[in-house]
């Protein structure tokens, strides 16, 4: 972090991405956990604190701590030890401080100041023992499926978010039984549970999904934000008959049992719940969109492609967040996207590849998706492999590229204005390693290909050359395209 101005204008400009933070991580952040007052135009933002974080090292202790999205570039920091300033003069360039007099027994505040006045003192941190932080889990005990095969437990998917605004973040944790599928792959699989947990190891609550809801990688998309803005997360899920909230309320009907003999779970409702994330209460349930009627429409009738599920955060109006849920990629694509204000889970729009006009738009999602504001207008739109729909649920661009297993979004060439997409394809083509404009679509330089490309990568590695490398089938390439060699 010796370089904080280029990362805060580097946040600033990406603002569209949702960071979750460490300490040690830049993102817009407020103090206290009382909503405020946003003026016209600025995004709601988190409630966090400060998030002192003290590391014992060879050579004393590693300080780090948040830089709030409410202060601007010229705040500067004092760091104390057990009540004395450890730094001669405030700290203008970093939020981390090497104090080489610490030992374990240290506590460490952090204050900002501001024009030359210090601030209320942030709370105080002790020293980690390890570089790292040891939360303890309660594993879910194992099962038997019909078929009378064992498995237990293994944690698996997490996020993170203010459950109880406290400033602090909670770790929202996904349990996975050991004989979870892929879509591809037949046969039962144990319930899924969904975990949350203080950073001490205290579980705020458990969410069972139930019998209806399939374990595996493709399944169980939750969201964790604060999507109303009263300074606490909430939790967003798929659930079906059987999934059982947080405080042990039962939604739909308990005794229906939807999967097949081969383990699939291919008719029965299927429900979108917003869950309270301090308690784990289902707060609102409505039927998931889009429904999946028949399931050979969505690219093949034995049930892989039917349950590919993303999902997102964006700020759609570039003032507050929307949820966003999604079915589909290899064939039929559709999203949804959904406000929830004041108790109530309102549907904004839907971009369906079946609508007349969007046929171009089939066939191109991806595993994964981004979500920015790629068009330069405050307002998020999100992109899905191969293809972008706008904040408005129009379509903005497809590529016709196909499918692809990896993508990367950002600022990559700060050379070009905007942002650039790196992605790469299952199906071979001129440009199956692609680079692309994001808020076009617009191929800036690509890779003929004959083969899949299933993986990719794209991150600042070489200073020798500006912005970002990415790297595809063996090759690494600076973003202006060109190729560095095959040894990386």
Excluded: C
Excluded at 232 to 247: I, L, S, W, Y
Excluded at 263 to 285: D, H, I, R
Excluded at 459 to 482: F, N
């Amino acid at each position: 972090m010796g370089n904080r101005s280029s990362l805060w204008k580097r946040t600033l400009r990406t603002a569209g991405v949702s960071l979750l933070s460490s300490a040690l991580l830049v993102t817009s952040l407020g103090l206290g956990n009382t909503p405020v007052t946003h003026a016209a135009g600025a995004r709601q933002m988190e409630y966090l604190d400060r998030g002192v974080v003290a590391v014992k090292t060879g050579t004393g202790v590693f300080v780090s701590w948040r830089l709030l999205g409410t202060e601007g570039s010229n705040v500067s920091f004092n760091v104390y030890r057990d009540g004395t300033k450890v730094n001669p003069t405030p700290i203008t360039n970093s939020t981390n401080l090497q104090d080489a007099s610490g030992t374990s027994s240290s506590k460490y505040t952090v204050r900002a100041v501001v024009s030359g006045t210090e601030q209320a003192a942030s709370a105080a941190a002790s020293v980690w023992g390890n570089n790292y932080l040891s939360v303890p889990l309660s594993v879910p005990a194992g099962g038997t499926t019909p078929d009378g095969v064992a498995y237990t437990y293994s944690a698996n998917d997490a996020s993170a978010g203010d459950l109880d605004g406290d400033g602090e973040y909670e770790l929202i944790v996904k349990w996975d039984p050991s004989n979870s599928k892929d879509n591809s792959q037949s046969g039962y699989t144990g319930e899924v549970f969904i975990d949350a947990y203080k950073l001490n190891g205290t579980r705020l609550w458990r969410i069972s999904l139930g019998k209806n809801i399939r374990a595996g990688a493709h399944y169980t998309q939750f969201m964790v934000y604060d999507l109303d803005g009263d300074g606490k997360a909430e939790v967003a899920m798929k659930t079906a008959d059987g999934t059982k909230d947080g405080t042990g309320v039962v939604i739909g009907d308990a005794s229906k049992d939807y999967r097949n003999s081969s383990g699939y779970v291919l008719s029965g409702p299927e429900f979108l719940t917003v869950f309270n994330g301090q308690t784990g209460k289902a707060l609102s349930t409505v039927n998931y969109e889009p429904a999946r009627g028949n399931v050979s429409s969505w690219g093949d009738n034995y049930g892989n492609r039917v349950d590919r599920f993303l999902a997102a955060i964006a700020y759609l109006d570039g003032e507050r967040p929307s949820l966003v849920m999604a079915r589909g990629y290899y064939t039929r694509t559709v999203l949804v996207a959904y406000n929830w204000r004041n108790g109530q889970l309102t549907k904004q729009w839907t971009f369906d590849s079946n609508t007349s006009g969007n046929s171009g738009y089939a066939g191109q999602g991806n595993h994964n998706l981004s979500v920015a504001d790629v068009d330069g207008d405050g307002k998020d739109e999100i992109v899905y492999g191969a293809m972008a729909v706008d904040d408005n649920g129009k379509g903005l661009y497809t590529t016709g590229l196909h499918h692809g297993d990896a993508m990367h979004l950002s600022d990559l060439d700060p050379d070009r204005p905007g942002l650039e997409v790196f992605q790469v394809h299952e199906t071979p083509s001129n440009a199956g390693v692609e680079f692309r404009d994001a808020g076009t679509g617009q191929l800036i330089w690509g890779v003929k290909t004959t083969k899949d490309i299933g993986r990719g990568m794209a991150a600042d590695i070489d200073p020798r050359y500006k912005g970002a490398e990415v790297w595809a089938d063996g090759s690494l390439y600076t973003a202006k395209g060109q190729k560095l060699g095959t040894t990386l």
